[in-house]
């Protein structure tokens, strides 16, 4: 019964932690402005953009053709799930073609340079302080592999490239004009 019971938790959850799926729930339920319990194309949109997402207007569609599975045209928790697998699958992948790309030494790993130069290829502009922050914190000192890259790519869009400094700014400046209905900065 026990196992079966995980078994149900990884298929609802498509792989995600409970952690991730919580966060996927809890967007969901922010972007679902009409709570219906169904994101159509326009709230996709904006929650894709939240996340870091950028899609066109095709790849939405393609998207939710994908994932639309009982065909209504919008998508309700699950295929949410369902489409931010797909992206974290795409993610990846692309991520995996950027590592053997700018692999020079053909180590298997990138170092710190090779890392700025693969992040500025995918369309970041990393800030070196960011960089080197991050790199502590997930306490790294060598080259990384494709694992540890990846941690180190969500760590950075979590904190969306600013350095510790500039994270405090930004904490300071919601404190100083928040209303209280502002989303909390991480």
């Known amino acids: 019964e026990e196992f ?35 994101m159509d194309s326009q ?14 207007p095709e790849d939405l569609e393609m998207i939710i053709q994908e994932v639309d599975f009982d065909g209504t045209g919008s998508l309700d928790m699950h295929e949410f799930v369902v489409c931010m697998k797909q992206l974290r699958d795409r993610d990846m992948q692309a991520l995996k073609a950027a590592l053997v790309q700018h692999d020079l030494d053909f180590s298997g790993g990138l170092g710190p340079d090779e890392l700025w130069t693969l992040m500025r290829s995918i369309g970041y502009l990393p800030d070196e302080e960011a960089l080197n922050e991050i790199y502590r914190e997930l306490e790294f000192d060598m080259e990384l592999d494709f694992g540890m890259i990846w941690r ?17 700014r930004v904490s300071a400046a919601f404190a100083q004009y928040a209303t209280g209905n502002e989303v909390q900065v991480p």
Do not use: K
């Open 43 to 56: 709230e996709l949109t904006h929650v894709l953009s939240y996340l870091g997402y950028e899609s066109s």
């Open 152 to 168: 180190f790519m969500m760590r950075y869009r979590q904190r969306e490239g600013l350095s510790g400094v500039d994270l405090q």
């Open 4 to 38: 079966m019971e995980v078994a149900r938790l990884i298929q609802e959850r498509e792989g995600f932690t409970r952690r991730e799926y919580e966060e996927f729930r809890s967007v969901f339920d922010l972007f679902d402005r009409d709570r219906t319990g169904e």
